[in-house]
């Protein structure tokens, strides 16, 4: 009787960087006795089966430093229902509070503050308080500059398309500011958008934000009440974000991935995309290449 394989190990490499091999996936699979592979990507992707819950450090390994991301996902219920996504540093590329800080003359001040708050080193609440406060009197045709530089992380709107052609609700989430989110959201096509909102008095920012701040704690009552809105269980959703703001609602969701997270996040979340692009994220639900959608 064939064995009963509860566990999949996906490999998905950085296109840019190098090419998933057969030697690779061999590797990985000796050390997690793994099941015949499938591809998924050619040069790219990858999975295979287990029986017991592998090794992510053992499978990092035996990949002996080549840029290839090892996730592992439960066999069953693997395609999510629920997307909830961190903006900063995940969906787009940069940090869109240090690019208004650029504008201001204040990058390197308010980006060591920023570093130092999506690493768990200072109260987020208080940290983004004192950030916005120097932005006082920064006038709000900066945010449109800010807004111009902005760039989609590759493989987000893949992401986020692919996931609802397939039924998934999917929300960006973010400890910034509305007036980015939402743009990004239409950009992406996210179902839902939330965030802090800047004030300003209709030409400047006041250097003031409005109550509550949206922190690691309302990030996960996000994921759980868009659970209930749509009506799955916390094991069919999926949460994705570097910072530590994000670690509550990613420990929580049935699969949290740590996307080129921050040393205290990719200390305690055992999925980690360290190389590849978020279409990594696919990858993990069994999604092959061919299914892949833009929106």
Same mark, same amino acid.
């Given at each position: 009787m064939a064995r009963f394989m509860a566990h999949f190990v996906t490999l998905v490499?950085?296109?840019? /960087?190098?090419?998933?091999?057969?030697?690779? &996936?061999? +590797? !990985? +699979?000796? !050390?997690?006795?793994? $099941?015949?592979?499938? &591809?998924?990507?050619?040069?790219?992707?990858?999975?295979?089966?287990?029986?017991?819950?592998?090794? @992510?450090?053992?499978?990092?390994?035996?990949?002996?430093? %080549?840029?290839?991301?090892?996730?592992?996902?439960?066999?069953?219920?693997? +395609?999510?229902? @629920?997307?909830? /996504?961190? #903006?900063?540093s995940t969906i787009v590329t940069g940090e869109t509070l240090d690019d208004l800080a650029d504008e201001?003359?204040?990058?390197?001040? &308010?980006?060591a503050i920023t570093r130092r708050s999506m690493n768990g080193e200072f109260d987020f609440p208080q940290a983004l308080r004192e950030r916005v406060a120097m932005l006082k009197g920064l006038e709000l045709a900066a945010l449109e500059r800010s807004w111009a530089r902005t760039r989609l992380t590759p493989g987000?709107?893949? @992401?986020?398309?692919? #996931?609802? =052609?397939?039924?998934? #609700?999917?929300?960006?989430?973010? $400890? $910034?500011?509305?007036y980015f989110t939402g743009r990004v959201a239409a950009l992406c096509g996210f179902d839902h958008h939330r965030a802090n909102t800047l004030l300003d008095d209709g030409t400047a920012l006041t250097g003031e934000v409005a109550e509550p701040i949206l922190d690691r704690d309302a990030k996960l009552a996000t994921l759980r009440e868009l659970a209930e809105l749509?009506? !799955?269980?916390?094991? /069919?959703?999926?949460? !994705?974000?570097?910072?530590?703001?994000? @670690?509550a609602m990613l420990k929580e969701a049935g699969l949290g991935v740590a996307y080129r997270a921050k040393p205290v996040v990719a200390a305690e979340v055992a999925n980690r995309v360290d190389?590849?692009?978020? =279409?990594?994220?696919?990858?993990?639900?069994?999604?092959?290449? %061919?299914?892949?959608v833009d929106n």
């Open positions: 490499a950085a296109r840019e /960087a190098t090419t998933l091999t057969q030697s690779a &996936i061999d +590797r !990985v +699979r000796h !050390v997690t006795q793994g $099941g015949p592979p499938v &591809i998924l990507s050619p040069g790219e992707a990858a999975e295979f089966q287990t029986t017991d819950a592998p090794d @992510l450090a053992k499978a990092r390994a035996a990949l002996e430093g %080549e840029a290839v991301d090892v996730l592992a996902t439960r066999a069953r219920g693997r +395609r999510r229902g @629920l997307l909830v /996504a961190d #903006m900063d201001a003359g204040l990058g390197e001040v &308010i980006a987000a709107a893949t @992401l986020v398309a692919t #996931m609802r =052609r397939h039924g998934a #609700m999917t929300a960006l989430v973010s $400890g $910034g500011f509305t749509r009506g !799955v269980k916390m094991s /069919a959703t999926l949460a !994705v974000g570097d910072g530590a703001n994000d @670690l190389h590849a692009d978020l =279409r990594a994220l696919l990858f993990a639900q069994g999604y092959p290449a %061919e299914v892949f």
